[in-house]
């Protein structure tokens, strides 16, 4: 990867999301995407210290992400979604 991991942190409702993203590899396939795909890996915690229990968004998510911004929005999204149901559930 040419450029830098970057993490992102974001407080939401007294807890957190770490997120992070980075480019696929598309091994296997035999015809390119029209531009370079993103993933993402994305964390939630009471904590502003990152872990390394993360999740891989494209596990659960199966839209294509062509910008890091559009990943890394993903991963914010998804981790603020978790939070909600934790704390409903609580």
Do not use: C, N
């Amino acid at each position: 990867m040419s450029e830098r991991l970057r993490w992102t942190t974001e407080e939401y409702r007294g807890m957190y999301v770490h997120a992070t993203t980075f480019v696929l590899s598309e091994s296997g396939r035999t015809e390119s995407p029209p531009a370079q795909k993103w993933g993402y890996v994305v964390a939630v915690r009471r904590t502003a210290e990152r872990d390394v229990d993360l999740e891989y968004g494209p596990s659960t998510d199966r839209t294509d992400y062509f910008t890091r911004e559009a990943a890394e929005q993903a991963a914010l999204h998804y981790g603020k979604r978790a939070i909600d149901i934790i704390l409903d559930l609580s």
